[in-house]
C-alpha cells in the first residue's frame, strides 16, 4: 500500500458514494486486505451502500438512505444508544450519527 490510509479512505469513501455495483469488488479486495483498520471500516461502509442502492435499483422509487432515513425518525436517546452499540452494523451507527448531526440541538 503505496498510498497514505487517508487517501485510501477517501477513495473507498468517493466509490461508495458513486454507487456503481462494479466498485463493489475493488471495496471487497480492500476489505480484506488493507493493513488500515479505518480503511477496511471506510470499504464495509461503501459496500453496505452499494447494496442499499442496487436495492433500491430492484425496488425502483425508494429513498437510496433509508436506514438513515429511518435513524432521522428515532429519538435522541434512541440515537444515542445506537452509537457505542458493537453488536450494531457500522452502517447503523454511521447513520445513527448522522441523524444526531442533522437534528442539532443538545
Known amino acids: 500500500m503505496s498510498l497514505h490510509p487517508i487517501v485510501r479512505h477517501e477513495a473507498a ?3 461508495g458514494a458513486i454507487g456503481l455495483a462494479g ?3 475493488i471495496l471487497k ?3 480484506v486486505l488493507d493493513p488500515a483498520q479505518e480503511v477496511r471500516e471506510t470499504c464495509e ?3 453496505k ?5 442496487s436495492s433500491v435499483d430492484a425496488e425502483k422509487e425508494l429513498d437510496t438512505t ?3 432515513h429511518a435513524a ?3 429519538s435522541v436517546h ?3 444508544q445506537i452509537l457505542p452499540d458493537e453488536i450494531k452494523g457500522m452502517y447503523e451507527r454511521y447513520a445513527a450519527l448522522f441523524a444526531l448531526s442533522n437534528h442539532g440541538g443538545e
Open 72 to 74: 432521522a425518525f428515532s
Open 29 to 31: 479486495q480492500s476489505l
Open 78 to 80: 434512541q440515537l444515542r
Open 66 to 68: 433509508k436506514t438513515a
Open 13 to 15: 469513501e468517493s466509490l
Open 49 to 53: 451502500r452499494i447494496e442499499d442502492l
Open 23 to 25: 466498485n463493489a469488488e
Open 45 to 47: 461502509l461503501a459496500l
